[in-house]
């Protein structure tokens, strides 16, 4: 009897899984609740021994290492003997030791300025080349709603191959409107390197695909980020529909699936990058923040699900879809009955 694979909870907080073990371990902890707690503990734990820091967001000030390393190379300079009189001799063997433990001190003052400072940098960075690829994407998406005549944002179905929040970015290459699929891609992700392959699927391989083939496409087609999952309007299933609000995420930083508050986990967990109907993209450290009331990582039931109204955004990952059973069944009278019977007898 084969003994039962024990997940590597670890190694997935960490990233040192290879893609498919990251993928596979990625849908057990969706699938087993139990699973999910162990990880929030494990969460937990490394917090508390400083393992998941990260610098601040804010910016060091301008030109400080090298205004601090021409500090330094200013009182470290050996001098000429030639311009030393024999006077000033005499003390220079007991000088020299002070010389070099003031060196020394000043090398560690200076160590511990710059690092963070050059660790903030680094991040800040990745945040504005995130927001670069969102706004990339964000502009394609607003470029599609524009050719259609009921100003809509891609659509996710129900049910089927095209059932997944990531079906977005098949759209938008099979409409020419991305070329680039490392677009899809947040550059501070820590699923960046563990994904083999990031070329986005056009919807004919997404509509041909079945099996473990179709799971792969589903959990990666949508990249690093998360899109709208639509909303409930007068008991019918709307997909996302471009109102040009200035306070209304369309996409962003993919939720973290283990952890309850769903909070990105692209930059660390120390904040999350969202693009707004009205096409500008925003950093926010924490949810909800200015001009953003709403939890953009879940519905106003508390469900990843599609929004319980057309002011309800809620991101999926790649994976997500509209409505899940459990949704359905908690409030039966929210859902449309068409949906509620095809998620009782999917096909």
Not at 207 to 217: E, I, K, M, P, S
Not at 232 to 237: F, G, L, P, V
Not at 293 to 319: E, H, I
């Amino acid at each position: 009897m084969t003994q039962k694979r024990k997940p590597d909870l670890l190694g997935f907080l960490f990233g040192a899984l290879d893609n498919d073990e990251h993928s596979r371990t990625e849908r057990e902890i969706d699938e087993s609740p139990e699973l999910g707690k162990q990880v929030g503990k494990l969460r937990r734990s490394l917090k508390r021994v400083a393992l998941d820091c990260r610098p601040d967001h804010e910016e060091p000030p301008p030109n400080l290492a090298e205004n601090t390393c021409q500090w330094i190379w200013e009182r470290t300079q050996p001098v000429r003997l030639s311009e030393v009189s024999a006077s000033e001799l005499q003390g220079t063997s007991r000088g020299s030791l002070l010389d070099v433990v003031v060196a020394l001190g000043l090398l560690l003052i200076a160590a511990a300025v710059l690092l963070p400072a050059i660790q903030a940098s680094r991040f800040n960075a990745g945040v504005v080349a995130c927001q670069k690829k969102l706004q990339d994407v964000g502009s394609a998406l607003l470029a599609y709603s524009e050719m259609q005549p009921n100003n809509r944002f891609p659509s996710i179905d129900i049910q089927g191959n095209r059932a997944a929040a990531g079906i977005y970015a098949p759209v938008l290459v099979s409409n020419k409107l991305v070329s680039d699929s490392s677009s899809f891609y947040c550059p501070q992700s820590i699923r960046l390197k563990k994904v083999m392959d990031q070329s986005a699927p056009t919807l004919e391989e997404v509509d041909d695909a079945v099996g473990d083939t179709l799971d792969d496409l589903k959990s990666r087609m949508g990249g690093t980020y998360g899109y709208s999952l639509g909303y409930i309007d007068n008991n019918r299933y709307v997909p996302p529909k471009n109102h040009g609000r200035e306070n209304f995420a369309l996409l962003g930083d993919a939720p973290r699936k283990d952890d309850k508050r769903r909070m990105t986990s692209n930059h660390g967990g120390s904040g999350q990058n969202f693009f707004f109907e009205d096409g500008h993209v925003k950093f926010f450290k924490k949810l909800p923040g200015e001009n953003v009331m709403d939890n953009p990582f879940v519905n106003q039931k508390g469900y990843v699900a599609a929004g319980v109204n057309w002011t309800d955004s809620v991101l999926g990952t790649s994976s997500d879809i509209p409505f899940t059973k459990a949704y359905a069944d908690a409030y039966t009278d929210d859902i449309p009955e068409v949906i509620r019977v095809s998620l009782e007898y999917p096909r």
